[in-house]
């Protein structure tokens, strides 16, 4: 038996509104989240300490997120962590009162997106933080990441995160943007399709010229110096490809970096159910191949969201009613939905274009292995030093799984989910193939490391299903 | 026209790459072919137990010859002999555990039964809840993820061409020799070694074979680093928990608990179902372990026939081709029983006997 | 790195909880990586490996870098929020 006719997992901005959308056709649905409220990464709620600042768009847009989706009669499971599925589907969780399964016939995988990274020597120091994990600090707790702080990586997230950090008060010591200028410009035609976002990017970038920061384009991190934290930035010029060039570096004084390059749509959880992937590059990397109603190859797992490709916050929800429509006409329920999909399908594409736009921006060329000195700590759970891996690829290993088997590289409690895209560059490089044919890690469970006591919970010994001993 | 190789050998696992680096030993011009990469299957994922007490007693010699070999091959596969100590916690376990250890003794294994006190002052952080045990000194475990480095420099220093990512789509043997169809092209031999793990049915058939060959989804789990808990490989009376912690912390859990999926599907998922009393009962024998995190689980596919015994000897009613594969334990005995193969192959007699696969095969369709 | 990064003074209780014995305070309901970086507590830890510092990275549950110890299990700092007379130990 069921528990639910819909599990939508992620309660972000796409799984939301998938939710909401379900429930307002009549669908009995869960909705589960590792957070302890609704809202995702970019309309997450704030820390409770966190009780006066400043009115901001976000929160507000967060909090009526929160409200529509208490309203709408969805289960809301926050707090708990999906470590396992399984499919027909079972979700499996751990939450504060211990393990939690839902079953249901269709699944909305809402998981959002994780952080690209290219490794730089001393990025393992203290005040080395994310890029997008700045905004989780800004935004949901207050923080700063830090007095004089670089801004380095590449895509839109550096003049969100410099801006808020120079709103905030905080000192942006530089922004470094590996990407050309031109860059900005050749996407120029799909961000006129949002000229509300322009202008929002516009004033960001306003907002850090008034501020007088410098911002550097075509550059790179070269080396974080520091012994207990970030000390000093130095920074040089990369050419088109991202390759470091010349010698003109100059060192900055900070003691923190945000660090990143683009997002990546969170996919283990489809890749676990075993659907089929595609590879492109314009939506961040690897996605679930999808047919018009957001269905996956396995019948009734639905995607939405920046789990599905990366195309920003404003796409997110109208993916989310469209995959919740596709769960409803499956299911044959709802009637006649199809005018509906439609119109919202159209409304997702254009919307869809800016953000996609946004996260190829993002997207490192083949050369930026150039930019990971042999020395550099490539696995940071594992302590893998670049020319480590480069020594497993010229043995042999052509594949992350290789790479794991010879180094550990993706073995550690990170899962391969920081240093993955890395070790994949690294393999490129060496073998001459373009990211696709270096194919995907796989996924195993669980999604995250869970306490072993948290799985097993209390038992008696006795009770253990044993079966019958293997032949003598 | 391609070249024509003495031997190619279908299966790049422990067993196919054993037995060709011995063919090619012996003086026979050998390629390996590969659907992936070298050690992708069973050899690849498996979770390294080297026990003498979990292995079958018709097998237990073989087995000692299995240790040997990888007690040699030493860092290059991770090996380790720690002991190992096998628990029972309860009196139908104990009595399970005194007859099994008895028989599997007389085949040869240095096995000896040790009281819970003893088991206490060996691996003071186990259940005190042992009610019988049995050591073997000669027991402990390599790392099963390096099968497929360690098994591509013997094949290089031997001479063996390996093609990997070629999967053997039809096998043709109307004019003398075998001609393997593969995306890439032909691949030519006079001779034709079947050893494709949990496939082995699969590739039957291209030979006109029926085998009964079926497939175990065995689960292995991997918890984060940690701090030192146990030193030697423990296992369960039962056989269903292996478990050891390697030298930088991690715990490596298995024992044989089933997952779903199939070879045919290409796939296979660990079964939460059948995760979780594998890891209680890892918890109860090791109760330090709720400080540890999991990582990591997984599956693999392990073949095996009706009666669990190897396939491992000429194909029934093809002239120059042979099977090799579903050893239970096949870990430990492959490199062994890999290499009796190659001899048999060479036209030597193996040093002990191999498995005939006519047991069950009586006839070959013909192709 | 002196002082606290906290933005703005309007806050909620203030609580206190032990780091590695040390008695500290934060703002109750922030995630305990948010409060020890937000008084310059960045180092969480050493690497086993270059036994070099390592701190909170991605904040978001993902890199494992901020785990530390409470009541001997092992829990991710950035996710963990922070409550009055939590005990909190690093990992070696
Ligand atoms: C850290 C981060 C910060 C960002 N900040 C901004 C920003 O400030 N402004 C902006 O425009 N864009 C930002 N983005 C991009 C933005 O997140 C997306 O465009 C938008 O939020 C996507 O919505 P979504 O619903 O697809 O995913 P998300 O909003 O990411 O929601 C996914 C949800 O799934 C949950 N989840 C994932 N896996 C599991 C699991 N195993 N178990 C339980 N729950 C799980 C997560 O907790 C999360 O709440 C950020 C992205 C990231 C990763
Ligand atoms: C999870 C798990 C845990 C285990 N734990 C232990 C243990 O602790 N101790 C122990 O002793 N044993 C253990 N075993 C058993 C052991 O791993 C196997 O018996 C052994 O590895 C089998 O080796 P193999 O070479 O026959 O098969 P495999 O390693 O599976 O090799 C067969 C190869 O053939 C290839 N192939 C198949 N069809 C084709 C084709 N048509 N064309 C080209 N290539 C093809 C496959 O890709 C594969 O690489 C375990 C097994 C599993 C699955
Ligand atoms: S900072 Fe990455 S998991 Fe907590």
Redesign the pocket.
Known sequence: MSDYDLIV???????AAAAIKARSLGLSVAV????PAAG???YRAPSPALTATQPDA?REKGDALRAKLAASGAVLYAN???WSLTSGFSVI?IGPDGPLTLEAPSLIV??????RHIPVTGWTLPGVIGL??A??LL?AHGVLPGRRVVVAGSGP?LL?VASKIVAAGGEVAAVVDAAPHTGWLARAGAMLARPDLMAKGAGWLLALLKARVPIHSGAAIRTIHGTDGVEAVTIGPVDRDWRPVGDAERTIAADAVCLGFG?LP?TEVTRLLGAEHRYEPELGGWVPAVDASLQTSVPGLFVA???AGVR??DA?PLSGELAALGVISRLGRGGDLAREATKIATDWHRSSRFGAAMSALAMPPPGAAAMIAAETTVCRCEGLSRAKLDAAIAAGARTLADLKATTRCGMGPCGGRVCGEAAAMLIGAATGWDRATVGQPSARPP??PVPLAAITGAFDYDNLPIPAPAPL | MSALYDLAVIGGGILGSAAACRAAEGGMRTIVVEQQTLGSGASGVNAGTLSLQIKRVKLMPYAIKGHELWERAGERVGFHKTGGITLAFNQREAELLHERMALKREAGAPIELITPARVAELEPNLSRQVVAASWCAEDGYANASLSGAYYRTLLDTVGVDIRERTPVTAIDRSGGAFELATPTGTIRATRLLLACGAWLKAAGALLGLDLPVRARVNTVSVTERGPALVGTVIGHATGLLTLKQKPNGSVLIGGGWQGTGSPDEGRSWVDPTTLLPNLRLAMFAVPGLDRFRVVRSWTGFEANVPDFYPLAGAAPGIDNAFLLGCVRGGYTIGPYIGTLMGDLILGHEPELPLFDPGRFVTTAAAA | MAGDLRIGSAWARTVSFRFDGELLTAREGETLAAALYAQGRRTLRMSRDDSGPRGAFCF?GVCQECVVSIDGRLTEACRTPVHNGLVVESVR
């Open positions: 997992l992620g309660a972000g901005p796409a799984g589960i989240d590792e957070a995702g990464q970019v976000d708990h962590r999906v969780a809402a998981a959002g997106a994780i952080e997008a994990g905004t989780v935004k997230l969100l997002l969170a969201g920046d789990g920003g916050a997110a999604l995250r | 978001m």
